[in-house]
């Protein structure tokens, strides 16, 4: 008994199939990857440093003990809010930079994919049609 699937890849040309599908493949997957490890970082920074203006406001609020401590705490307030703010739009300014980056790469990947792809069909065709022409004048 012969099993179905047990065949021999070495009949096979996989260098066209890996130039065509696996490595644009894998370079996408490992853009993809990076990004994603960027975009992680950035965020874990921006959680950071949102949690530690947090602590400070709440240790700075421990610390009221009458109204002037409490209005200067209020007052202070302001700054906090402003400084958050730029951080906010600094951390929004780099996930779209981020987002452009990604887009960037995987389009110049893509068009790279479709011309290495044009390539490999014009050298295919040429090479049957090669392969055509030589078997034909054999053929009559």
Known sequence: MTNA?????????????ESVFFAPARAFAAL????TEKLI?????????????NLTQLR?????KDAEGLKSYLEGQQQVVQDLT???KGDAEKVVTLQQE???????????SVEQ?????KETTETAT????????KAK
């Open 5 to 17: 699937f047990a065949f021999d890849a070495k009949q096979f040309d996989t260098a066209q199939l």
């Open 32 to 35: 993809s990857v990076d990004f």
């Open 41 to 53: 970082n950035t965020q874990l920074e921006a959680t950071k440093a949102y949690a530690d203006i």
């Open 60 to 64: 700075s609020l421990t610390e009221v």
């Open 86 to 88: 730029e951080r906010l």
């Open 102 to 112: 990604f887009a960037q790469e995987s389009q110049k990947l893509t068009e790279s």
């Open 117 to 121: 792809a044009k390539e490999s069909a």
């Open 130 to 137: 090669k392969a055509v022409k030589e078997a034909t004048p």
